[in-house]
Antibody
Framework: QLQLQESGPGLVKPSETLSLTCTVSGGSISRSTYYWGWIRQPPGKGLEWIGSVSYSGSTYYNPSLKSRVITSVDTSKNHFSLRLNSVTAADTAVYYC????????????WGQGTLVTVSS | QSVPTQPPSVSGAPGQRVTISCTGSSSNIGAGYDVQWYQQLPGTAPKLVIYGNSNRPSGVPDRFSGSKSGTSASLAITGLQAEDEADYYCQSYDSSLSDYVFGTGTKVTVL
């Protein structure tokens, strides 16, 4: 059974870079059928897609975040990563990683999520 | 704004049927993109309950059903149970935004 687990700092200072990793277990990240994605949810609010990456490193991003986001994949460690720079309090959210299934149509499964707070 | 809209809340007694609407636009649902539905129990990650407009993943009870017509989609829960109390989000793709879009979310309360 495929499982995903987010990891990274829970507190980031304003203007700095948020960095998270999603470790995949129970399956290989190198299967060419899938993309791997990041989604976030500010406290008490809805879901927002951040970006996605393929096993070969192809990426695409939410246009509203594109200038600040980089996603990457490390097949040797079976994980993929998110970097969001120049963060502000508005980036405070629970960050989820997920697999994009159905030839890139839906997100399943999801990691449990990790809360990242932007504060000095 | 092309983000699909959902009613903030719906409620029903145990055993009843509730429906959640997801109203999109010609650049997402109306453009033919599939609609998915996710259930988010309090304090947990979203879970896929409907994909490809009307398909249930393995393990999801057949009390959950989805449909799509024009620029809108719906999720129906029949035989409502206490464990169904959660937030529900629709999701599609938007060609004008070049973005995966999630609906505004609906809180289902079991009375």
């Amino acid at each position: 059974q495929l499982q995903l687990q987010e990891s990274g700092p829970g507190l980031v200072k304003p203007s700095e870079t948020l960095s998270l990793t999603c470790t995949v277990s129970g399956g290989s990240i190198s299967r060419s059928t899938y993309y791997w994605g990041w989604i976030r949810q500010p406290p008490g609010k809805g879901l927002e897609w951040i970006g996605s990456v393929s096993y070969s490193g192809s990426t695409y991003y939410n246009p509203s975040l594109k200038s600040r986001v980089i996603t990457s994949v490390d097949t040797s460690k079976n994980h993929f990563s998110l970097r969001l720079n120049s963060v502000t309090a508005a980036d405070t959210a629970v960050y989820y990683c997920a697999r994009l299934d159905g030839l890139g149509k839906w997100f399943d499964p999801w990691g449990q999520g990790t809360l990242v707070t932007v504060s000095s | 704004q092309s983000v699909p809209t959902q009613p903030p809340s719906v409620s029903g007694a145990p055993g009843q049927r509730v429906t959640i609407s997801c109203t999109g636009s010609s650049s997402n649902i109306g453009a033919g993109y599939d609609v998915q539905w996710y259930q988010q129990l309090p304090g947990t990650a979203p879970k896929l309950v409907i994909y490809g407009n009307s398909n249930r993943p393995s393990g999801v009870p057949d009390r959950f059903s989805g449909s799509k017509s024009g620029t809108s989609a719906s999720l129906a829960i029949t035989g409502l149970q206490a464990e169904d109390e959660a937030d529900y989000y629709c999701q599609s793709y938007d060609s004008s935004l070049s973005d995966y879009v999630f609906g505004t979310g609906t809180k289902v309360t079991v009375l």
